[in-house]
């Protein structure tokens, strides 16, 4: 089991300058007081998440640890908040699609120990990050305090601040549908490169690989993105790269998050944002190992409780070549 001290792992000038960071979002030097080594606890596990070695026990035992007390959970938090605004200390490198490549780089990548988030088994670092989030394949229901009700999807991420003056979220990974309730303080939700805006509504959104999809599904809310546009129920937004792809679409409202119903439902739709819902279903990973296969459109209707036989149903009908590795990894090419 890994012990979990103040500054674990990494050169103590960049712990130490992370460390100030936090502190000068706490007001307090934490240094020789209960709250400071709190704190100090709760810079360690962030440090630990992100140094690439931490394992499902310490990922478990974060969890346990938040749990302890809400100034925990503080403490957690305003190290977080630092990390993901600053991000002082490096972040460990994704693993190089080229490994996949090169015929047996696949097997030798995953025995060189392939972060175990890239396959699902460790919370991402969103995930341990956000204020709420769900694990693959899970879905969960937040109660908000303003009555409000967001229901996330697998592996989805979501963070919110609740002010006397404002109500805002970010989804920071995944998909998510908003029934937003009425309320005199105005509502705004980042969404992928885009801002939702609304007061009284219900809508769905999901975060893709190459593109945002928003779909309005009871009352009205302004959609931001470069330009702006008002959905209407029954109304579809889609983003990327900082603008409005498509401003309206038409669909019924029954159509949005399809999720819910325990179905993926793919419409003219890139496969490498199809890959990415899957890969929010289904323990392990799909890859794809060609240059540009991203691209390629897809249209299906799935059933989430079958989610090896999306795979292989997938591949049949894009004439793909599957190659079926340990840890539920599946190359396409």
């Known amino acids: ?12 000038a960049r712990v130490a300058g992370y460390r100030q960071q936090v502190a000068g979002m706490t007001g307090s030097d934490g240094i020789g007081d209960a709250a400071g080594a709190l704190q100090d606890e709760a810079i360690a596990w962030v440090v630990l998440l992100t140094s690439g070695e931490a394992t499902r026990d310490d990922a478990a035992r974060l969890k346990a640890w938040r749990a302890r007390s809400y100034a925990h959970e503080l403490a957690f938090r305003r190290a977080s908040a630092v990390w993901r605004g600053v991000g002082s200390v490096p972040a460990p490198a994704r693993l190089s699609r080229r490994l996949f490549l090169a015929g047996t780089g696949a097997g030798a990548a995953l025995a060189a120990g392939w972060a175990g988030t890239m396959i699902g088994v460790l919370p ?11 694990a693959v394949g899970e879905q969960a229901r937040i109660d908000l305090p303003d009555g409000s009700q967001v229901d996330l999807d697998g592996a989805s991420a979501l963070d919110m601040s609740f002010t006397a003056d404002a109500r805002t979220m970010t989804l920071v990974a995944g998909a998510a549908e908003f029934a937003i309730a009425a309320d005199p303080r105005p509502f705004r939700a980042t969404i992928g490169p885009g801002e939702v805006i609304g007061g009284r509504a219900r809508f769905a959104a999901s975060v893709g690989t190459s593109q945002t999809v928003i779909d309005c599904i009871e009352g009205r809310i302004e959609v931001q993105c470069g330009g702006a546009t008002t959905l209407q129920a029954g109304e579809r937004a889609r983003l990327a790269g900082g603008s409005l792809l498509a401003a309206r679409e038409t669909l019924a409202p029954s159509a949005a998050a399809p999720w819910r119903r325990g179905l993926l439902v793919f419409a003219d739709q ?29 249209d299906g209707v799935f059933h989430l ?29």
């Open 124 to 134: 991402s670092l969103d995930q341990l990050l956000s204020d709420h989030a769900t």
């Open 305 to 333: 409780g079958r989610p090896d036989e999306i795979v292989s149903n997938l591949a049949a009908a894009l004439k793909l070549r599957d190659t079926w590795l340990p840890g539920g990894v599946v190359l396409l090419s």
């Open 1 to 12: 089991m890994t012990h979990i001290g103040p500054w674990p792992r990494l050169p103590g």
């Open 270 to 298: 890139p496969l490498a944002d199809v890959v990415a819902d899957i890969n929010r279903h289904r323990r392990g990973r799909i890859v794809l190992a060609r240059p540009g296969l991203g691209e390629r459109r897809v």
